[in-house]
């Protein structure tokens, strides 16, 4: 199985592939769509039984090469079951281009063109790289204040971020990593909070700020009442 839920490809039982080679470029419900900036989960199961290693490469200048620098985006050593995530540079050439993944019994694959192995697969998939997005996300100042009385933490009421570029109409608005929301107002624990916004499903470039919530609250000590016994006869303790 390949798992690829954000890309867009999701390959469930891909058995084995004549000569050991699968071309699925063409085949329109397994193409996906990567955007720049992004970050992809995935899930390739072996099978039940073979251990294999993976090996994930994107051809990101399309140039019909996966050797140039970070076009191998992902490893992993032999087990029946592979889970990941690998980021697309910020600078991946806009269009159609192609992804490879490998496996190998007991091994992870060398390079993208294997030869001589007697026991592995490789499938090649479509994906369109997005433009990148002229837009960037614009933080708050970072944020100082002291503990609300009581609390461990802060109510902190946060302002909005803003958007540069000549490419942001039309976007959504900015989400934090605090509260899914573009408010990232809320209650902040003591300490240090880094608050990051993002335009999902876009390259703009995210921003981030900190929280920083001070106890200044001297601690207060709650001593039990007073405590009065009676001794029974001839005992001077207890």
Known sequence: DVIMPA????????????????????????????????TY????????????????????????????????????????????????????TPGTTRMRILCQFAA???????????????????????????????????????NDPGQCGANVSIPLPTLDGTECDGLDAPVNDFNGSPNASGFYPVGETTVTYTIPGTSATPCSFSVEVIDAEAPVLNCPSDIIITLSPGECER
């Open 7 to 38: 890309v867009g490809i999701e390959h469930i039982g891909t058995g084995c592939s004549p000569a050991g080679y699968g071309d699925f470029t063409a085949d329109p419900n397994l193409q996906g769509l990567l955007i720049p900036g992004e």
């Open 41 to 92: 989960s995935f899930t390739i199961n072996n099978g039940p039984t073979w251990s294999q290693g993976i090996a994930i490469y994107i051809d990101f200048e399309g140039n019909q090469s996966f050797l140039d620098p970070g076009n191998l985006v992902a490893t992993s050593p032999s087990a029946l079951s592979h889970t990941g995530t690998f980021t697309v540079p910020i600078t991946a």
């Open 108 to 146: 992870i694959p060398a390079g993208p063109c294997p030869v001589g192995i007697t026991f592995g697969e490789t499938h090649d998939y479509t994906v369109t790289i997005a433009p990148a997005v002229d837009c960037s996300v614009i933080c708050p100042n970072d944020i100082v204040v002291n």
